[in-house]
Nanobody, 121 residues
Framework: QVQLLESGGGLVQAGGSLRLSCAASGSIFNINAMGWYRQAPGKERELVATITNGGRTNSPDSMKGRFTISRDNAKNTVYLQMNSLKPEDTAVYYC???????????????WGQGTQVTVSS
């Protein structure tokens, strides 16, 4: 059984920073891409950034510059550094990972439970 556990969310003033963490645990054989998505109230879930196990990152142009994704493969952990936060960044942030567990020879998609980020003006 595989789990993703996020941490680091909270309340921050506009212009501030937060660092989210997401640790994968359980019966893991290998982790391919990991990423962060977010969902604001009344909106669809959107991509923030992804990172391969080789460190190649991808993110929409709207997320570039203020958000930085990184990972520690030894710890099965992905991070999201968020700087210069704006009220419109308020959302639930979800961790995602494509994981091959020890019982299945192909990667499956896993999601964390989400962590709330609230940016006050």
């Amino acid at each position: 059984q595989v789990q993703l556990l996020e941490s680091g969310g909270g309340l921050v003033q506009a212009g501030g920073s937060l660092r989210l963490s997401c640790a994968a645990s359980g019966s893991i054989f290998n982790i391919n891409a990991m990423g962060w998505y977010r969902q604001a109230p009344g909106k669809e879930r959107e991509l923030v950034a992804t990172i391969t196990n080789g460190g190649r990152t991808n993110s929409p142009d709207s997320m570039k510059g203020r958000f930085t994704i990184s990972r520690d493969n030894a710890k099965n952990t992905v991070y999201l550094q968020m700087n210069s936060l704006k009220p419109e960044d308020t959302a639930v942030y979800y961790c995602n990972a494509a994981i091959i567990d020890k019982t299945t020879p192909w990667a499956r998609d896993y999601w964390g439970q989400g962590t709330q980020v609230t940016v006050s003006s």
